[in-house]
C-alpha cells in the first residue's frame, strides 16, 4: 500500500467504507484512519475518535480549548506545538505535522460508550498496517486501553505489570521501538503535562534511532 503525503488525512488510502463493526457503523459520521507524516519517527496511538474528530476526519483533535482557570489538562495539539512538532499557525482541523502521525485503536465512534474488545480487534489490521508502513522508532500510547492493547502485542514486558499512572512520561521498551505513555492530555495535572514534556525533549535530543539499531532512516 503506497502512501500520499500529498495528504495527512488517511495517506495510506484506507477503506473509508469499512462496515465491518455494524454498530458503530449506525452512531459515526466518519471513518476516521491516520494522520500525519507517514515518514514520522512518533506515532501517537489513542482508544477511539474524539467527537469533535468524528465532525472533521482527524484523530485527536480536542472538543476545544480551555478557559483560563479550567481544572481540565491541556491538548495533544499544544503538547505537540510546545515540542515544535506541530506549526502553531496551521487550521485547528488540518495541523501541520512534522515527524508525527496520529491513529486509534479503533476508527469509528459511538457518542455514548468506548469500543468493545471485538471493535478494537476488527480494527486491529488498520493499525498494524500502519505500524508497519510508518516503521515508528517511539509510539506514544495515549490513555491506558491504548497502553493495554498495544502492550500486549508491541512489547515483552506482561501487560499487568503495565500502569498508566506509573508508566506515563517512562520508557518502556518495545519490539524495535520504545513506548511513551501518556496520559490522555484533558486528564493531566499541569505536573504530569510537564514531566511528559520534559521526558520526550530529553528523547528527542538522543540517539533515539539507536532503537532500531540505525543512525538514520
Known amino acids: 500500500m503506497d502512501a500520499n503525503q500529498q495528504t ?5 488510502g484506507m477503506d473509508e467504507d ?3 463493526c455494524p454498530a458503530l457503523c449506525e452512531t459515526r459520521t466518519q471513518v476516521i484512519h491516520g494522520y500525519g507524516d507517514v515518514g514520522a519517527d512518533f506515532l501517537f496511538v489513542g482508544e477511539r475518535p474524539t467527537a469533535r474528530a468524528d465532525e472533521v476526519g482527524v484523530p485527536f483533535l480536542a472538543e476545544d480549548e480551555p478557559d483560563e482557570g479550567d481544572e481540565r489538562g491541556t491538548s495533544l495539539r499544544r ?11 496551521s487550521p485547528d482541523d488540518r495541523p501541520e505535522l512534522e515527524n508525527v ?21 476488527n480494527c486491529e489490521p488498520y ?3 500502519e505500524i508497519r508502513m510508518i516503521n515508528p522508532e517511539i509510539i506514544v500510547p495515549v490513555g491506558e486501553r491504548a497502553l493495554s492493547e498495544i502492550g500486549v502485542e508491541y512489547t515483552t514486558t506482561p501487560v499487568e505489570e503495565l500502569d498508566l499512572e506509573a508508566d506515563h512520561a517512562t520508557t518502556v521498551r518495545g519490539r524495535g521501538f520504545e ?11 499541569d505536573e504530569q503535562t510537564q514531566a511528559w514534556l520534559e521526558r520526550f525533549v530529553e528523547l528527542m535530543a538522543s540517539d533515539y534511532r539507536q532503537t532500531k539499531g540505525r543512525q538514520e532512516r
Open 18 to 20: 469499512c462496515r465491518n
Open 127 to 129: 493499525l498494524n498496517a
Open 179 to 189: 513506548l511513551v505513555p501518556m496520559i490522555e492530555p484533558r486528564k493531566q495535572t
Open 8 to 12: 495527512r488525512a488517511n495517506p495510506y
Open 79 to 89: 503538547m505537540l506545538e510546545r515540542l515544535a512538532l506541530c506549526d502553531s499557525t
Open 101 to 121: 502521525y496520529l491513529t486509534n485503536l479503533t476508527r469509528c465512534r459511538d457518542p455514548d460508550r468506548k469500543p468493545t474488545d471485538e471493535e478494537i480487534g
